[in-house]
């Protein structure tokens, strides 16, 4: 087999968070799934953070089981994009790295097809507001509205043209990781808008497929308050890339770093353009 040919070899990031109710089914699926259908090397690496439960000790059983499963446990409350951006700290051998929720939204076939596209783009990404998308079990209508309006935010900031860029499935070549690693910066919900702004600032393709998604129950997304942190990530994100950010550095980061800690959200700071 020639070295073009050979299956790349994926690594699967899934960020838990209190998750010890949901999480078990979905590694052991994935493992199962992986190990029977993929002929390449798979491998899982969950990032806990300031888990309460005992998330840890379920991702352990999983592990027992399916020595594929790794993972990496954070004590201070790094956020869901901040544990994604320190997984991605660690791509171990992996040609591409992907991610998905812990909760299941996303099953391991669905996954699937975003490697069977590989080919076609740096980055693939499912989406659930293409025609052919599969929704099993929608979002409520409130979740749905706040989304929609994120949405028209993110488009009126940023010009990506993506219809769905928060979907919890997302596939990435490792270059294109590389090359953006040391913009990523939102530690929050949003960062998946700083992952695929730094993409195409750098010229990556992002290409869409429509995925088969189900709604889960025991989110951990607090409406008001993780809209609002949502928002501010999107407007400093704006901010980092435009061109006064320079100057303004010195009174802009502490700023955020201190609203940030007023609103109990996680924060990094910027570390610069250049990779
Ligand atoms: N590590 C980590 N993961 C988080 C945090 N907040 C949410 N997540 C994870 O992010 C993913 C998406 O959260 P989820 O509740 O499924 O959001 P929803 O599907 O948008 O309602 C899940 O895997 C959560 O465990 C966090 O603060 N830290
Ligand atoms: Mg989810």
Request: hydrophobic share 40%.
């Amino acid at each position: 087999m020639s070295v073009q040919n050979k299956s790349p070899r994926i690594l699967l990031l899934i960020p838990a968070y209190n998750e010890e109710a949901r999480i078990g089914p979905v590694l052991v699926e994935y493992a199962k799934y992986f190990k029977e259908r993929y002929a390449g090397e798979f491998s899982i690496v969950v990032v806990l953070n300031g888990c309460e439960d005992n998330t840890l000790g379920v991702v352990q059983a999983a592990q027992k089981e399916h020595p594929e499963i790794r993972y990496l446990n954070y004590e201070e409350p790094i956020g869901k994009g901040g544990a994604l951006i320190e997984g991605l700290h660690h791509f171990y051998e992996a040609d591409y790295i992907g991610y998905v929720d812990a909760d299941g939204a996303t099953q391991p076939p669905a996954f699937h097809d975003l490697i069977k596209h590989r080919n076609e783009a740096d980055c693939i990404i499912g989406s659930r507001w293409l025609p052919d998308s599969v929704i099993h079990q929608p979002q409520g209508s409130r979740r749905r509205f706040a989304s929609r309006c994120f949405h028209a935010l993110v488009q009126g900031l940023f010009w990506m043209n993506i219809k769905d860029t928060q979907c919890g499935a997302k596939l990435i070549r490792r270059d294109a990781i590389e090359a953006v690693l040391s913009q990523l910066t939102l530690a929050d919900m949003a960062f998946d808008i700083n992952l695929l702004y730094a993409l195409k600032k750098k010229k990556f393709t992002i290409l869409e497929i429509p995925t088969e998604w189900t709604d889960k129950i025991g989110t951990k997304v607090v409406l008001g308050k993780t809209s609002l942190v949502m928002f501010l990530s999107v407007m400093r994100l704006r901010i980092i890339y435009s061109f006064f950010y320079k100057y303004f550095d010195f009174i802009l980061s502490p700023f955020s770093e201190w609203l940030y800690k007023r609103l109990a959200a996680p924060h990094r700071k910027f570390k610069g353009h250049e990779s």
